[in-house]
C-alpha cells in the first residue's frame, strides 16, 4: 500500500494506493474540483483508478468535491448517519473539548464561517459499512472499517493490517487541538468510548486528518485526561 497525502499538513486528504486500484478518504477541503484532478495527475493517478471515496465523516472540510465524485460515478461508503447530514447542507457541530478550542469556536464564529454550508448532496446509493467491517476485504482491500463515534455519530475509520489507523477528526496532531483530543464533541461518553476502542485495537500508528501521524502510545498517555474531560458548551 501508498500512502499519498493530497492535501497538506494541516489537513491531510489521504489516497491509499494498491495494486488494484485507490481508495480516497474524504472529499477534501475548501478546493474546486479541477484543482483536486490536478493533484491526482501529479501522482499519476486516474480518476478512474479511485475505486471507493470513505467518507469519515460530514463536516465541510471533508466534502468539498464530494458530489463531483459522485457524479463521475465513485462509489462511496459512509456510516447511515451521514446520508441525512448531507442532505442537511450545513455542519453539525459539537461542543468544544478545551477553552482553546471553544476560543477558536467563538473566533470562527465572529468571522462566519462556523456553519459553512453546502448544496445538498444525495447519497441514496452509498454502500453503508454499519456493523460491517470487511466490506472494503472483501472487495479486494485489506482494510478493516471502524466505527468510532463522539466526534460526531457518523465517524468511522480505516485500518490496515500492518497497523495503520486512519481515524479522521476522531483524534488530531496539530494547534489548536491539544493531547490528541479532536476540538469538537457530540456525545462526550461515545467518544471515550472510542478512544478506548482504539487503544484495544493496538493499531501502531494514527493518521488523523488534522496534523501528522503519530503512535498509539499516546493515546494510552492521554487517556486519563480524556475520561475526566468535561465539555465547554458551543453555543
Not at 177 to 194: F, G, N
Request: aromatic content about 10%; glycine content about 8%; some cysteine.
Amino acid at each position: 500500500m501508498n500512502i499519498i497525502n493530497l492535501g497538506n499538513t494541516m489537513f491531510r486528504n489521504y489516497l491509499l494506493q494498491f495494486d488494484n486500484g485507490c481508495i480516497l478518504i474524504d472529499a477534501g477541503y475548501k478546493t474546486s474540483y479541477s484543482a483536486f484532478l490536478k493533484k491526482l495527475g501529479e501522482v499519476g493517478i486516474e480518476l478512474s483508478d479511485i475505486k471507493y471515496i470513505f467518507l469519515t465523516h460530514v463536516h465541510n472540510d471533508h466534502i468539498s468535491y464530494l458530489k463531483e465524485l459522485l457524479e463521475a460515478g465513485v462509489p462511496i461508503i459512509l456510516h447511515s448517519h451521514a446520508k441525512g447530514r448531507l442532505l442537511r447542507g450545513q455542519n453539525v457541530l459539537g461542543d468544544c473539548s478545551t477553552f482553546l478550542s471553544k476560543f477558536f469556536s467563538v473566533l470562527t464564529k465572529l468571522t462566519g464561517k462556523s456553519n459553512e454550508r453546502w448544496q445538498e448532496i444525495n447519497a441514496e446509493d452509498a454502500i453503508v459499512c454499519d456493523g460491517k467491517a470487511d466490506i472494503l476485504r472483501e472487495n479486494g482491500f485489506p482494510l478493516s472499517i471502524v466505527e468510532l463515534p463522539g466526534h460526531t455519530p457518523d465517524t468511522i475509520g480505516l485500518m490496515t493490517d500492518d497497523g495503520k489507523l486512519f481515524c479522521g477528526d476522531m483524534t488530531m496532531n496539530c494547534f489548536p487541538a491539544i493531547k490528541r483530543k479532536t476540538l469538537l464533541i457530540e456525545d462526550i461518553d461515545k467518544y471515550k468510548q472510542s478512544w478506548q476502542k482504539i487503544i484495544e485495537l493496538t493499531p501502531l500508528t494514527l493518521y488523523p486528518c488534522h496534523g501528522k501521524p503519530f503512535p498509539v502510545d499516546d493515546m494510552v498517555r492521554y487517556q486519563p485526561e480524556v475520561n475526566n474531560l468535561i465539555l465547554w458548551r458551543n453555543k
